[in-house]
């Protein structure tokens, strides 16, 4: 079951993300490693309605970040978005699923809700972006129907600067 977090679910968003860290360290990766994404922008999320749960059994393991507003980051690309430079689409981030629940399809369904919503919005299209060294992030949103956009940086926050590797999907 995917739905809303809610206050109570702020350790387990904390937990799953710190994993999420720990594993992007030991394949060599320096996305996530500068203190985000922590408590404070997980609370602000939450509290914004912008945080998402993945729970089966009753037990948090998986949880994203779903915004509809423009992301500063996408502004520009080298290459192009499918979509143009519109300012209206959906955008995943702090996507993250707890160590015991991968390989089994939870990113998969995690995206696909996402794109369902994307599409209850009468939004065009759902974006994302990941450290280009992420291969188990690039498979996953790559498997779920993203296509490769281009190349961005990063603007603002602790990993100002930062480059990342962009996919979209239509609607």
């Known amino acids: 079951m995917i ?14 993300a710190d994993e999420g860290k720990r594993q992007l360290k030991r394949i060599g990766i320096d996305q996530w490693q500068k203190g985000y994404p922590n408590r404070e922008i997980w609370e602000d999320d939450v509290t914004k309605g912008l945080a998402w749960v993945v729970e089966k059994e009753g037990k948090v393991i998986a949880a994203f970040t779903l915004l509809t507003e423009p992301e500063p980051s996408y502004d520009v690309i080298d290459g192009a978005w499918l979509t143009g430079d519109i300012r209206n ?52 949103v790559e498997k779920a129907g993203f296509l490769f956009c281009g190349d961005i940086r990063i603007i603002g926050g602790s990993e100002d600067g930062g480059e990342r590797v962009a996919y979209e999907m239509l609607a």
């Open 89 to 140: 689409y959906a955008s995943l981030h702090r996507v993250c699923v707890a160590d015991e629940a991968k390989g089994q399809g939870v990113a998969g369904e995690l995206f696909a809700f996402s794109l369902e919503k994307t599409r209850e919005l009468h939004l065009p299209s759902l974006r994302i972006d990941t450290h280009p060294g992420n291969k188990p992030m690039r498979r996953a």
């Open 3 to 16: 739905r809303k977090a809610t206050d109570k679910d702020i350790d387990e968003l904390c937990r799953i």
